[in-house]
């Protein structure tokens, strides 16, 4: 299993930036996806999640209504939409497949993760 994450980089307050994570090694139309984001010096942090056919969308409340999780299933591959991103919003943002359970935001529910790719939000 393979999840590798691009498109971070450097926006200001009130831009956009669209993440992409590229699977490989599984079945990715079989599974759940998630992002979530660690800032410098805190706890990793669910940000939203995907069910495995797109159907379904999860958003913590940090974000709602500023991103927007999508799937190519084709494609194999994740992406997180940001708009009027904040500075709160910068942090290391990773991709994760989900095993399954009962919350999509419980962090022990993911089985592999990728690396990261780093968003910095400032002017």
């Known amino acids: 299993v393979h999840l590798v994450e691009s498109g971070g980089g450097l926006a200001q307050p009130g831009g956009s930036l669209r993440l992409s994570c590229v699977a490989s090694?599984?079945?990715?139309?079989?599974?759940?996806m998630s992002w979530a984001r660690q800032a410098p010096g805190k706890g990793l942090e669910w940000v939203s999640g995907?069910?495995?056919?797109?159907?379904?969308?999860y958003y913590a409340d940090s974000v709602k209504g500023r991103f927007t999780i999508s799937r190519d299933n084709g494609k194999n591959t994740l992406y997180l939409q940001m708009n009027n991103l904040k500075p709160e919003d910068m942090a290391l943002y990773l991709c994760?497949?989900?095993?399954?359970?009962?919350?999509?935001?419980?962090?022990?529910?993911?089985?592999?993760w990728g690396q990261g790719t780093q968003v910095t939000v400032s002017s």
């Open positions: 090694g599984f079945t990715f139309a079989n599974y759940a």
């Open positions: 994760a497949r989900r095993m399954g359970g009962t919350s999509y935001s419980h962090l022990d529910e993911y089985d592999y």
């Open positions: 995907i069910y495995s056919d797109g159907t379904d969308t």
